[in-house]
Nanobody, 117 residues
Framework: QVQLVESGGGLVQAGGSLKLSCAAS????????MAWYRQAPGKQRELVAT???????NYADSVKGRFSVARDNAKNTVFLYMNSLKPEDTAVYYC???????????WGQGTQVTVSS
């Protein structure tokens, strides 16, 4: 069983910064990809950023240049550094782990990020 626990959300003014963390525990296969998604009220969940175990990253166009994803493989932890935040970044942010080989998806409980204008 795999558990993902996010932390670091909160309320910030536009232009501010936040750091999200996600710690994964359980039976995790080395080489699994981790990612951040977000879901705003009334909208579908969307991919924000991914990072492979080899530290290859990919970002949604809406966050490129503002957000940065990183991971600590030894601790099975992934981070999302969010800068120059905009009100449209307001959403619940979810951590995701896609297990290597099986491609099963595991999700955290989500953490609220609210950006005020």
């Amino acid at each position: 069983q795999v558990q993902l626990v996010e932390s670091g959300g909160g309320l910030v003014q536009a232009g501010g910064s936040l750091k999200l963390s996600c710690a994964a525990s359980g039976s995790i296969v080395s080489g699994s990809t981790m990612a951040w998604y977000r879901q705003a009220p009334g909208k579908q969940r969307e991919l924000v950023a991914t990072i492979t175990s080899a530290y290859s990253t990919n970002y949604a166009d809406s966050v490129k240049g503002r957000f940065s994803v990183a991971r600590d493989n030894a601790k099975n932890t992934v981070f999302l550094y969010m800068n120059s935040l905009k009100p449209e970044d307001t959403a619940v942010y979810y951590c995701n782990l896609k297990m290597r080989y099986t491609h099963n998806d595991y999700w955290g409980q989500g953490t609220q990020v609210t950006v005020s204008s």
